[in-house]
């Protein structure tokens, strides 16, 4: 075993072993925890809509991310129980577990605890989510859809049994012939640039076009995405779509990290992430709105 190797598991082993010594949410904790992160919530924009001094805000933002984060580390177990689904996909446990805390965050901005639903229930699907993604994403040097990846592990359940036809395995699958196509097709290996194309012999990277050389078709798609973003933006807050022109960097081309927007516009970093999300929460709204959040 490599020194890295073994560096990363003793790493892993330690963590486990610590997230493992933080006892699990009753039933009563996690409704007060939740009550008091409601409250919360409710001070701080009363507090912004009456226009209180930064620091009284601010403190009730500290607040509320001690309750945010008690429940996030009280719910870690969960994510590295989740994370044994993911293992050996080319993400490291470490990761893997801290998708799965986004995951958690990303839970509780959404959570009702009125309805009596564990939150470890609900959470399951949010980190399942982000760690899916997490294996899609970094996993692979091309970038394979998360739905082309789950085609592609039913098609190959059955294709250990013996089936190898497009129509036998779409029958066994219950998928299209189509999708059992483009699932294969996902699959394939990358190919070395300095590879020889064809029968001419020319390296594959001869072939390829010029991109630096953009065509008018490029252009007008181009010109058509910034005028659906700006048209989105018209429909927030000043300071909200100030904060998200920043973040993205949809005026200098150069994106910022949610301390340094904070920074420029005076807020905390937690409150330009709620200004964030809130803004994706508007543009789900639109139509088009999975097009539009693909351009940011």
């Known amino acids: 075993m490599s020194d890295s190797k073994r560096s990363n598991g003793t790493a892993l082993n330690a963590y486990l072993k610590e997230i493992g010594k933080t006892p699990l949410l009753t039933k009563k904790q996690e409704t007060a925890l939740f009550r008091r992160l409601d409250m919360l919530r409710k001070a701080r924009r009363q507090a912004e809509k009456q226009g209180l001094p930064s620091a009284v805000v601010q403190r009730i933002e500290v607040e509320e991310k001690r309750a945010r984060d008690e429940i996030v580390r009280r719910n870690l177990r969960l994510a590295a129980s989740i994370s044994k689904k993911y293992r ?144 989105a933006l018209s429909e927030l807050d000043p300071r909200t779509a100030r904060v998200v022109r920043l973040r993205y960097g949809l005026d200098d081309g150069g994106a910022r990290s949610l301390r340094e927007v904070g920074i420029e516009v005076g807020l905390s970093r937690e409150r330009v992430r709620q200004l964030e999300a809130s803004a994706f929460d508007s543009i789900r709204q639109r139509p088009h709105a999975s097009r539009l959040r693909q351009y940011l």
């Open 88 to 231: 050996n996909r080319g993400v490291e446990t470490l990761d893997l577990i801290q998708e799965g805390s986004m995951g958690i965050l990303r839970a509780i901005e959404s959570f009702d605890w009125r309805r009596g639903v564990p939150f470890s229930s609900y959470a399951a699907m949010w980190i399942q989510q982000r760690m899916g993604l997490a294996v899609a994403n970094q996993a692979r040097t091309v970038r394979v859809p998360t739905y082309l990846q789950e085609w592609r592990r039913q098609i190959r359940r059955h294709q250990s049994s013996g089936e190898e036809s497009i129509e036998a395995l779409s029958s066994a699958s219950g998928l299209t012939p189509d999708q059992v196509k483009r699932a294969l097709g996902a699959d394939s290996e990358t190919v070395s640039l300095d590879a020889a194309a064809g029968d001419c012999g020319r390296p594959l990277y001869e072939t390829i076009e010029d991109e630096s050389r953009r065509r008018p078709d490029a252009l007008a798609e181009k010109k058509m995405k910034r005028e659906e973003i700006e048209s």
